[in-house]
């Protein structure tokens, strides 16, 4: 008989051996280690205490990780990932997961459940559907490596590699909301690391880049408004490229932003795979 629990009790090599079985066949392929899972949790901010495993037996068969935080002004959930054994699909175990967990998740604060999907996988988004997830909007990701040498600087223009960022100035910044992974507080949580790239003019922020090296990552990028068309984004991703792996990859880029996917796509990265945002509204508990 199948059985549900918080994952507090399970050590991270469990928990890799459980992630990876359940997404070896995945569309995408996802394989974690563990500097992977570390970092993964970091900018996440999962937490096991929040997050939920099927068990038969002793065997962690599927997963569910979430992390907690504020969104949107208030506080919600993150599912950074769910995966399922393939011999235990079919038996609605997503459902069963979140009957299990939501009592956990209205205690903590959380009103909100926030995930995203891969927009051609219609299974999962159905499973996801049924427990009351509508989606928020489509998301694009992109990857390659730039078909660009090295830009001519604007005048008087800085390049700064460092651990800091002034992060009440970046949302003036943005062309689109981050998601989750890619917020303010996911790159503040990765100062172990992330690397952190700024273009200034007379200590003026003019542009800045959050790259995790290991995977060429961009968790974060933004020119300023008025600053916008002049090069500055070619020469800001140049440089990212140039701290140590040459891959880029920009995940969940806002659908609607087509400036910045025309952007991407000038610059060589290509659009390899689509995700829809959704968000479920949990109904508040209620006394019996």
């Given at each position: ?8 009790h ?6 890799i051996l459980a ?5 070896a066949?995945y569309?995408?392929p996802?394989?974690?280690n563990?500097?992977?899972l570390?970092?993964?949790m970091?900018?996440e ?7 939920v ?8 068969v599927g ?5 907690l935080?504020?969104w ?10 769910t995966?399922i054994?393939p011999?235990y ?5 997503v ?12 205690h903590?604060g959380?009103?909100?459940v ?5 927009d051609?996988n219609?299974r999962a988004?159905?499973?996801y ?6 989606p ?7 990857k ?21 960022l002034?992060?009440?100035?970046l949302?003036r910044?943005?062309?689109f ?5 890619h917020?303010l ?5 990765g100062l ?9 003019r ?16 961009v968790?974060?990028?933004g020119?300023?408004?008025?600053w916008r068309?002049q090069?500055?984004g070619r020469?800001?991703?140049?440089h990212?490229?140039r701290?140590?792996n040459?891959l ?5 880029v ?5 400036a910045?996917?025309a ?13 829809w945002?959704?968000v479920?509204e ?5 006394n019996?």
């Open positions: 008989m199948l059985s549900f629990s918080t994952l507090e399970m050590s991270r090599e469990q928990l992630f990876n079985r359940a997404f066949d569309c995408v996802v394989r974690l563990m500097p992977g570390s970092q993964k970091t900018l901010n999962l937490k096991l205490s929040f997050s495993g099927v068990f038969d037996g002793p065997k962690l997963l569910m990780l979430h992390g935080g504020e949107m002004g208030r506080t919600a959930a993150y599912n950074g990932g995966g054994w011999e699909r079919g038996q609605g175990l459902g069963r997961m979140y009957e299990h967990l939501q009592p956990v998740l209205a903590s959380a009103r909100s926030i995930l995203e999907v891969i051609t219609e988004i159905h499973a559907q049924r427990v009351g997830f509508r928020a909007r489509q998301l694009d990701c992109f390659g490596t730039l078909n660009y040498p090295q830009p001519k600087s604007p005048p008087d223009i800085t390049v700064h590699h460092h651990n800091r002034p992060w009440e100035e949302p910044f943005w062309a909301l981050p998601t989750w992974q917020s507080d996911a790159a503040r949580r172990d690391f992330l690397d952190y790239l700024s273009l200034t007379e200590g003026q922020l003019l542009a800045y880049g959050v790259l995790q090296r290991r995977t060429g990552r968790i974060q990028f020119v300023h408004p008025s068309s090069g500055l020469l800001l991703f140049f990212l490229s701290l140590g040459p880029l990859t920009v995940l969940n806002d659908h609607s932003d087509q910045t996917r952007f991407l796509r000038k610059a060589g990265l290509e659009r390899y795979l689509g995700q945002e959704m479920w949990m109904e508040p508990l209620t019996k």
